[in-house]
């Protein structure tokens, strides 16, 4: 089998599948290969917080990178659903970011003022407040950063939703279709080669998340990413506990249709293993129960893992392959993958076109400048 | 425990849900008790068909409250969405009810001509104009009757809204409580007694579907219902295959989102058994190929069943009991409950408060006629 | 539908099905009623301790009956799994009863002394002789009674193979079957009424666990038999951590095939609800952690609750209707019912056949004391 | 992480664990490094015949392999059971492979013949003895090759048990831990290297199943093996439908505990996806009826797939890379992977260790032939 495509994107996670749609839309002819199932593994797995100015702590161009995505999923969700039949489940209903004690309220404190620095909504809410909002919260906490514009997605429907979408305005969906090599010739890609045949293009986009070092090391890359492991279980309500995400020192709670709570996440660095553990799911209900103290009567449901990419600098690479024309980059996004979909995919179809206006800070010049890290 | 209500409502199914939800509308202080989970029968088994037109075909009494409850889910879905943060997945993309053979046919032009009588849309399509709209359909059918307005929704998720909208709005629902007897005192209903205690009431509903007749024993009458099992299944496409709902003799299937297609149902009389076998899907999967060939392509994901309320003349009862003031039934939906679930609730709240100006076609005092049927 | 038998019993849980055995062997017609499937409530849902000595503390009938019972499991093994096909998981490896301060070693080895007496094996391990044994045991620990005649089983297999070694031999298991009513006449049983027609027999046992009360009723019985939910879970360790079951206060973890552990159970009086808690879950993990601390990193499985069937004073009802001949009850075994099922089954028969020599101290004579309690 | 081995087996499905398990029994410190989780893929997926007069048709080298491999279970199976913990419902209760027509007759009745001839036993049984052994058998069959020597076990449960025996021995298993380069000097393997660190051994043996020839590209060797997908399912009838396997053209049904069936298993060349098709289950329900039209009422489980390698010439590949010591090939098992595991595993070892005393028929010296098929 030997087919031809303008751009073969390997990975057919919520990146891979957001950059098929931008493609797919500037009128490419394009095709997703994904070793297992679309949105199989992290992109599937995900709370679906759009963290924007609670994972991101500094102004800089990554801050700036999730302000703009997040400001994409307005009109970008309705898109979407109309397109693919899949029901997203966008909200926007803010985000607590609590403090547990002094020095928690101080660094919240300084991060509102420097977030509004940056030209974006942030104001300190007392515990008292919190609570006149947020009913179930605990009063043991000090207060919480309020973030209005900071929402969420079912993760696993919003990567399907691109996927799907895509294939509706043509790409092709490959799905249990493994890439074993690159197919190059004088430093340029000229396709890829699979399990099943050859797929030739003009551009490839490697959008496999943790395990984008092994596939480019086929290159000669040593792509500074590592597996990180996250745990998450999720519980049931009779009655929805909270409207916002709750948001902590190593656990959240985000709030999903019919009282659906889904808490995260550990972090296991260095590991690719699925296993939920004991321990993982124990911490997290501790954590869980000091935040939001009647999620103990909550209804058990399920536990899961995914395993995200975490780059040596904490930004995503977007960009191309330094030693190889045509071979692009898309990784290492860590927590924030879904948040960054819809401006990745862009930034992405912007870099193959050549579009990139200013100097683009995700490219991979700055591995250079890691390997002394 | 012994509690207090204005009315205790017995199946937390789709209809007794509806019912607590009109009622707690109104001011009613209200109990719900279900001896499993919410929608855990035949409210949660359902393919979610509103097919006024499709399933019904005869003008009269249960034609007209079919079309009036199905136009009450425009309003109604946003309301009970808002209310209970679940998503109902409405859809009103037409349903086309296909003919096989001369017979079919000639019976489908008929009944198109009766429903246009009675004032509703329907018209016959070619198979090629079904295929121009459809282009999945076999073209080894003869054409269809196109109902524009008969369309669908997630059955599970609307009997969930139900439920947790009327629980926002005051409403107690108590899972797991079963009714072992009515409180009964000079031909008047005071309440129910569960297996943890007394729920007091003015008024007592039943609507506990097929299994009703014998609840509704303990009090000397016998309703003329018997459950009949239905099979279903599910699987999804790569791309969607059908926009609209087919409806065939013995065969229906419906699209969902995400390219899920629910197939459905067998018909197996006078069963409480629960148990998917191996005939019931098998037979189904050959129908279902002869309606959409490609659906042999799609892949498998999980098949179920729910026990359906038949009543003797294929009419609900929605009434008050012949022998006991305050005690009210709205059981025998048959495979209608959850088209008939938002009129159902209307009806019986307004029965309830003596509002029903006119006769009302679906009360028990047919019961004697049915005896010599 | 009208059937005639010897017997009928109503419930296909563990007794049930049991005493289902033993009648079909000594040549009776038999017909077991059950409402769901078989073994699909607390059955189902036990750990499947053997725990003769570990669950009950002091000598008396109940104690002698356990004993008694776990000593058939031998000989009864191999019998149901030759007629069954179904493997049971029997095995007998001990169980270590652990203290975990000065109060519980005193009242473990109080507890030595008085079981020795009754002549049964037990011993005290210093916490240096019960790692020699089981090194993942937690050394916080002060030491162990060692009981090397309490086992296990795999409860819900024990059930089913009770069950279908009862079909084998020409009984007739109906499932989702609903008893309604008593056929009574003259202080004399007749058969039930079920939601699909009536089964006469001379004789109707009650075995239907936490559900037992309800239905009694119906005869002018109020037996006082409670529900207490228990929840428990299961992990999965790479190496099995333990070869016996370590049982403490508050805890048990019965080690199965393939490394799984089953941890148990919560006790929370006088609930149906099936429901599995965070808290639930959170609180057994804690507790789990002190008695193996390696336990913190075997893979998580899946929760599960059983509504186990208390008796006002602690031991099972086992004999007949005091107002009703031929209606008999076996109910009320509270945490000891898989254990208890072998000599259930045997008593229950004999009791039918009149064959019992001595008094028999679990008969419902004592109901009348037990309303003074 | 640099860890160092005896021997390093890649691929963690049945094969890999046997051989891990002869090896470690003969003194060797070994790792098994499996992508996913232990059994995960075909190995999990079989339905676990022992066929091998059944399979296998004709006299030769592969056939003496099977029936040497099936003549080791009876003394295998309880060592593993012993040392894993882990039941694995070994059963030798026959197999029928029956004739729908006259041809088949005629073939069944030439092969018993060269069976015989060959040392195995084997009769023909008209319809009428096949039916008094197995009454549920259907009667429009012509009669049964009847071959008492053909059990079955649970495949998954095997292969858990090789590979957990392994582990109780000191074997080292990492699941979730990918191969993406063998180390290689002079001619000589020295290793493998995965996404978490290289792992060095004298020797490696690759046991990946259908992924095996991806995975060798690396080393130059491209292996003639392609995925062929099966599709099975299961239901469980009330009671054992039959005791014996039935194996037919296209379908064959195996007897598991509890009254379930397995059926299996359609052949879809050339695939690594995983999806069940509507279509598979249908054409695989369709043969079941034939061979036992009873299993109609059988009650639905579920159903999967597994992807099974196929050779070019039918024999597995059982031997050193030819132009890499030290690299040893087990792969190619097709439809007798869970046969041959046993004798793979003994013969790999023994090949490791210059053991084999004649020429060894499955060495991958016949590749240059294969070339030319």
Known sequence: MRKVYDAVIVGGGINGSSIAFQLVKRGYKVAVLEKGKIAGKASGAAAGILGAQTELTEDGPLFQLACKSRGMFPTLVPELEELSHVHIGYENKGMYKVAADEDQELELKRLIESQRKAGEQAEWLSINEVIRREPSVSDKLLGAMYIPNDGQVQAYDLSLAFAKASRALGAEIYEYTSVSEFILKDEKVHGVITDLGEFLAESVIVATGAWSRMLLEKTGLSLPIIPVKGECFSVVAEKP????????????????????????????????????????ISSLMEKAKNLIPDIANAEWERAWTGIRPQS??????????????????????????????????????????????????????????????
């Open 241 to 280: 506990l909270v409207k916002g995400t709750i948001f902590s020192h190593g656990c959240y709670i985000v709030p999903k249709q019919s009282g659906r709570l889904v808490v995260g996440a550990t972090v296991k660095v260095n590991s690719f293993d699925e296993k939920v553990t004991l321990e993982g």
């Open 312 to 373: 040596a600098d904490g930004q995503p690479f977007l960009g191309e392959h330094p030693a190889c024309r045509g071979l692009y980059i898309a990784a290492g996004h860590f927590r924030n993958g879904i948040l960054l979909a819809p401006a990745t995919g862009e930034l992405m179809a912007d870099i193959l076109e050549g579009k990139t206006e200013t100097s683009n800070p995700f490219e991979l010049s700055r591995l250079e400048s890691l390997v002394h890290m």
